[in-house]
């Protein structure tokens, strides 16, 4: 930590991201999409769709709603709801906003635009359209009545990962092999705590969570074991 950023370094998410993966110990494959895992020996063989093989002691699989079809034969139970958000121009709107402002959704003030989300709808569709844009501005419309003046300039939708019980899935399955998926709406602020559970746990360090959120977490909970 403190000899990789120095003393009153503030990096913003996507540059610690980036910072990060310089580590000698950190390599990336892009567009290398995940088709099997395999145990051979002691290692976890993960094969790609373009026939890379890639095999390690201790493998984490975080890939959404696909981890399930990684994971099929541990039972891992996931959903799926779908979302969108819908990017406002700021002009007339007054007063300007000078914070994220939460309520059943949200709204992001930028230097040009508005951030407003997210919607929830029950299906695996991605494209972005009107009705949705609609329901994010009638959400906003029930807290800042009158307020929004801009225009929806664009938009992105996506696919949120669920669990039955609303708590994500972190944990060993195997040896050797965790998972960490299932975040809902909530992967920003649970993620980073999920990954720090792996890791404790990787290297028999004491967890920083309670023997109770382990159990609450555990990813074969819905499953006879």
Not at 36 to 49: D, K, P
Not at 84 to 92: I, M
Not at 174 to 182: E, I, N, Q, S
Request: hydrophobic share 40%.
């Amino acid at each position: 930590g403190a000899a990789f950023f120095p003393q009153g370094t503030w990096l913003n998410p996507a540059e610690l991201c980036a910072a990060l993966l310089q580590h000698e110990n950190i390599t990336v494959h892009t567009q290398s999409a995940a088709e099997s895992l395999t145990r051979v020996g002691t290692a976890w063989r993960i094969t790609t769709h373009d026939g890379d093989v890639y095999d390690s002691d201790i493998c984490c699989i975080t890939a959404a709603y696909e981890t399930a079809s990684l994971l099929a034969e541990y039972g891992i139970t996931l959903g799926c709801v779908g979302g969108q958000v819908s990017l406002f121009t700021q002009s007339n709107n007054a007063p300007r906003l000078r914070s994220i402002l939460c309520h059943k959704g949200y709204v992001i003030p930028t230097t040009a635009h508005i951030l407003v989300g997210a919607t929830y709808h029950r299906d695996a569709m991605t494209e972005v359209n009107a009705a949705r844009h609609a329901e994010n501005k009638a959400a906003l419309e029930e807290i800042l009545p009158g307020w929004m003046k801009g225009q929806v300039v664009a938009g992105r939708s996506s696919i949120r990962t669920t669990t039955p019980d609303r708590l994500p899935i972190i944990g060993a399955v195997d040896t050797g092999l965790y998972v960490a998926t299932g975040y809902g709406s909530r992967g920003l602020l649970s993620a980073p705590l999920a990954a720090e559970m792996i890791a404790s746990a990787i290297s028999g360090e004491v967890p920083p969570v309670s023997g109770q959120l382990q159990i609450l977490t555990r990813p074969l909970r819905f499953t006879k074991a």
